[in-house]
């Protein structure tokens, strides 16, 4: 972007802004082709049918034949978020023609109906579609295609705030009372202010695994790599907050992806900082039913189907000791790698605040001192955090010594 662009962008008023905003989404709603707007029409027919949505969306997916088991709890989770602006719950249940009509598709439909009952004041809307194939990647464009229409047919972005989507999944355990407040109030104070950017970046919300007390090794492997993604302000897919304007800017959902669906969704307008208030816990049962064989590497497209192991409730075994070592020790490096790298851009970012605070004049030399000193200090403090997390998930010092001197040789490259 040149110069004359930022400048124009700094003039603009804040109508103006709001303006890109609204023309970005109705482009992209006008645009969609005959397979994607058809569907989005009757899911938003369906979601629309007992009123408007609110303008903060909570969309969900629901494998609807193998699901029914987590719908009370996850919805529960919801209904006692207190104090928020009014929000909506859209559960997208889905499921292949294959399993029409059967008895897990009851099973989930009886327990929405009690869900409902049990949370009578909890805006809950439900959509029912059958695929050939259910591929996430369709079920949540569809989805969240449907939520954009309703959105557009309520006049939502007629005014000049930003219509908020939250992706999540149904395996939810535990969610923050304050989140869906948390993520309002984030959006809300960016929209008080002149908008440089009309399309809202995408944000992050503090995601981790929920424990599993009868798989303590497979809980302690799965919490270090939560660990290392909460230092590097990672997020997850469920769990990212999407803006309906960063949504239509970005093209939608990745509609033949298996995995990964967000595509630029999360790579091109992702906050670096996770939004305060939002602490949230999913289930592990993916690392549960497939970490013995795959390690970390989970997240691949072989390893998701239309009738998905995970799911249904089997009982796995938790793996050894040896074996959770093993898992920790084949991405050592990356994670010293991945630390090291976020430790040097928030050393960076407290040199320049400190270069604000203070207006000293500085040389080359001694402003190069003074930034690699608050580099050593960050990378200290990482690999001290690190070190101490690892001895305590594993009581094993050759780990935490592999772990020093992977830190010890990304220093010492970086030196060279």
């Not at 004041?121 to 439900?126: G, H, N, S």
């Not at 602490?279 to 970390?296: F, L």
């Amino acid at each position: 972007m040149e110069l004359r662009d930022i400048q124009a962008r700094y003039n603009r008023s804040p109508e103006e802004s709001f303006q890109e905003r609204r023309k970005v989404i109705s482009d992209y709603l006008d645009r969609l082709d005959e397979t994607d707007s058809p569907m989005a029409n009757d899911i938003a027919a369906d979601l629309a049918s007992t009123g408007p949505l609110a303008k903060t969306v909570v969309i969900i997916p629901v494998a609807a034949h193998q699901e029914a088991a987590n719908i009370g709890r996850a919805v529960s989770e919801y209904a006692r978020q207190i104090p928020a602006a009014p929000f909506t719950l859209v559960l997208g249940l889905n499921a292949p023609f294959s399993a029409f009509d059967s008895k897990g598709i009851n099973a989930t439909m009886d327990a929405v109906e009690k869900a409902q009952r049990e949370s009578p004041a909890l805006d809950m809307r439900t959509t029912l579609v059958h695929y050939d194939e259910p591929i996430i990647g369709q079920v949540r464009r569809d989805l969240w295609n449907g939520v954009a229409v309703a959105a557009r047919h309520a006049g939502h972005f007629a005014g000049d705030q930003e219509v908020i989507g939250i992706n999540h999944d149904i395996d939810l355990i535990r969610l923050s009372k304050t989140c869906i407040a948390s993520v309002q109030t984030h959006y809300r104070q960016r929209d008080k202010r002149h908008l440089i950017t009309p399309v809202s970046p995408t944000s992050g919300t503090r995601v981790k695994h929920a424990n599993s007390p009868a798989h303590p090794n497979t809980s302690r492997a799965v919490f270090w790599n939560d660990f290392v993604n909460r230092q590097i302000d990672g997020t997850y897919e469920a769990g990212l907050v999407i803006p309906m304007s960063s949504y239509a800017a970005n093209g939608g959902f990745l509609k033949t992806a298996r995995t990964n669906e967000v595509g630029q969704l999360a790579i091109v307008n992702r906050s670096r900082k996770l939004i305060r208030g939002t602490d949230t816990e999913t289930s592990p049962r993916r690392y549960i039913a497939q970490i013995e064989h795959d390690g970390y590497d989970i997240w691949s497209d072989d390893r998701f189907s239309a009738q998905d192991e995970c799911r249904d409730q089997l009982s796995f075994p938790d793996i050894s000791r040896p074996r959770m070592l093993d898992i920790i020790v084949g991405q050592l490096d990356q994670n010293a790698r991945e630390l090291r790298d976020s430790a040097t851009d928030k050393a960076f970012v407290d040199y320049v605040l400190h270069r604000v605070d203070y207006e000293t004049d500085y040389t080359l030399s001694s402003a190069r001192a003074e930034e690699d000193t608050y580099i050593a200090a960050r990378t200290k403090k990482a690999g001290s955090l690190a070190a101490l997390i690892l001895r305590r998930l594993t009581a094993s010092d050759r780990l935490v010594k592999q772990l020093q001197k992977a830190f010890d040789e990304i220093e010492s490259a970086g030196r060279n």
